[in-house]
């Protein structure tokens, strides 16, 4: 019997006898079928936009299907605005730029999302999770302070259709985890609330909450799975900020440094095998790697956005302007090859991530990818299981992807600030032109008097 056709119920209920590892009359290609192998992710779906991009994952075929954030936006963005009564941005601003919609729009919105054609198909025929980022939260780059987060909690897990009586309604927070598989063949999925409990932006605080914290050690020393996928709306390994400030900040854990380290020192204490991070937030897709945190190299895979990318941000000829600013921001973490240190591997349009796992292979292989919007598959690493080992201390410094140790804020500062370098290098020579253009008018006219007058 294939997935497509068992419903929910006979989901759980083989779920449930393949972890006791009873399957009393139970067809062996029918515990089979129960295993997860293919697992598709996303976020930042605008859901007053076309969604093509369900198309390509429904083509990819995914038993579970992992949101990541920004599932809707709920937020209302008011234009930008220099002058006039409500100003949102410069030093004379006076109104936000973002505010939160009420409840009864914010179910408007959700249930549009949800009654996409392309949607519909994934939750009929895949297991649909997820967590939520700051839009679908409730408001721009919102933290613990925002007041709605209680309502809006509801609002979410009522889209993910969470069972009324689900003791995820009860907490503070939308953090949650899953087991998928029979024994021997187990995927955990951890998706973290960064929202609900995240202190100020800035204040190198908390991003978890010191109860999500607690649970969050429970999981990771929990029972063995071969496999531990940890979802997070904000990236985990890539800190851009390092490399995009003065000019402008992005939220991620690098942001938290201390509260990083923590995570990163949990992962390691916990001695659990098979750990990576997917996330998203960014408005594009990049596949980062940190070899120096707990022992083995530490996946972070972003995909970002469905229909909210960079280059869709902008007219096509101004596609050309994204990539270069994406040029000039680099990353030492990055793994797609070793060039892309030093420039942008970033893929700025519409796409989704995709994890096949291979268990048959020995050693269990993955193969992880970023697809664009047809499904083609833009970026990708093959993982093996092996390398993903808690008890291999391996001596990083001489495997090939030995560098992916030092971090952005280590990079020798022209290449660190080459992006703020660069703006205001070109802003300066604008000023200078002009002033040289001001000063020939000036001349000229002067000599066009002069000339005048001897007449
Ligand atoms: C990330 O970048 C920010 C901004 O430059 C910096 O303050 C922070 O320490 C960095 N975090 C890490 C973990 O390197
Ligand atoms: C990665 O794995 C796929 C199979 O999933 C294989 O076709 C491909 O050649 C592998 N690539 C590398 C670089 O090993």
Known sequence: MGWERRGRWWWLVGMMLSVTGICVGCPEEQRESLVVSRIAFGSCASQSDPQPIWNAIINFDPHVFIWLGDNIYGDVRRP?????????????????????????????????????????????????????????????????????????????????????????RKQDGVYASYTFGPMGRQVKVILLDTRYHR???????????????????????????????????????????????????????GHFPKERDRLFRLIADSKRDGVFFISGD??????????????????????????????????????????FVAWLTPAPLRVMNRNCRYRSCTFGQPNFGAIEIHWDATPVMMRIEIRDMIGFPVMGVNVSLSELQAK?????????????????????????????????????????TLVGLSYAAILAYRKWLHKSKCD
Request: with cysteine; glycine share 6%; hydrophobic share 35%.
């Open 80 to 168: 930008f605005k220099l002058f006039g009564k409500e100003r949102t941005i410069g030093p004379w601003k006076n109104v936000p730029r973002f505010i939160p919609s009420s409840e009864k729009e914010m179910k408007s919105r959700y249930n549009k999302a949800k009654s996409n054609p392309g949607y519909s198909h994934i939750r009929k025929n895949a297991k649909v999770i997820g967590t939520w980022d700051d839009h679908d939260y409730g408001l721009n780059d919102a933290g613990k302070e925002f007041d709605r987060k209680s309502t809006n909690q509801r609002l979410l897990l009522d889209f993910l259709d969470e069972p009324p009586d689900s003791p995820r």
């Open 199 to 253: 202190d100020p932006l800035f204040s190198d605080g908390s991003i978890l909450g010191s109860l999500q914290w607690t649970w969050l050690k429970k999981e990771l020393n929990g029972p063995s799975t071969l496999i531990t996928i940890i979802g997070s709306s904000i990236q985990v390994i890539s800190n851009l900020s390092a490399t995009t400030g003065p000019l402008f900040y992005l939220e991620s854990w």
């Open 282 to 323: 960014v408005h594009f897709g990049e596949i980062t790697r940190y070899d120096c945190a707990s022992g083995y190299p530490l996946y972070d895979i972003t995909s970002s956005g469905l229909t909210q990318a960079v280059e869709e941000a902008v007219s096509s000829p101004l596609h050309f302007f994204v990539r």
């Open 392 to 432: 291999n201390v391996s001596p990083f410094a001489t495997t090939e992807y030995g560098r992916h140790c030092s971090l952005e804020v280590t990079l020798p500062w022209i290449v660190r600030y080459r992006l703020a370098v660069s703006f205001y290098s070109m802003l300066a020579a604008l000023l200078v």
